[in-house]
């Protein structure tokens, strides 16, 4: 795995701050525990513990790998596209049939990634099984999803405000 460069402070304060809005203290423990990140900050405000907890960990490492793995967790797709604070929308959301669609695009999304990325990225090239036709269906699959991520709607997050952010 390449280096992911070393992240300065000012800028992990500001990621910090976003994500600890992005998550409950429960799940950044299992979180931290699940990518081996030791909590010992002391503290207890969740962007604080996110804070001093991958700083340390960016020191013990001289890169930050962990915290790019950290961040790519707490904005997985099941988080993103939450039905309850999504990140992201494929629809206004206003609708028990717009909900569900919303749903089903976010689990196609995820399942898609799980069911033809994932197995590529981890086993030689040689032992990929697919058929011609079998590739122009992930590829019908995997346009109609970056279709729907082109015409998404950013949702406008509510729990921060740009009096937590640190200029350089």
């Not at 990140?37 to 790998?65: A, F, M, V």
């Not at 929308?89 to 089903?104: D, P, R, V, Y």
Request: include cysteine; aromatic fraction near 8%.
């Amino acid at each position: 795995m390449s280096r992911f460069p070393c992240i300065n402070e000012n800028h992990l304060e500001n990621i910090a701050r976003i994500l600890g809005g992005e998550i409950t203290g429960s799940k950044l423990t299992d979180i931290f525990k699940r990518l081996s990140i030791i909590d010992n900050s002391g503290e207890s405000t969740k962007w604080r513990r996110i804070y001093h907890s991958l700083l340390n960990r960016q020191s013990q490492d001289h890169c930050g790998n962990n915290i790019a793995a950290f961040i790519k967790t707490i904005l997985a797709p099941a988080i993103a596209f939450s039905l309850k604070s999504p990140l992201l929308a494929f629809n206004t959301l206003q609708t028990w049939s717009e909900k569900s669609e919303h749903k089903g695009f976010a689990q196609l999304l995820k399942g898609c990634f799980s069911a033809i990325r994932n197995p590529r990225a981890h086993e030689p090239k040689i032992l990929w099984q697919n058929d011609e036709h079998e590739a122009a269906d992930y590829l019908t699959l995997i346009s109609l999803l970056y279709r729907k991520l082109d015409n998404a709607i950013l949702i406008p997050q509510v729990s921060h405000t740009k009096s937590h952010f640190k200029s350089d």
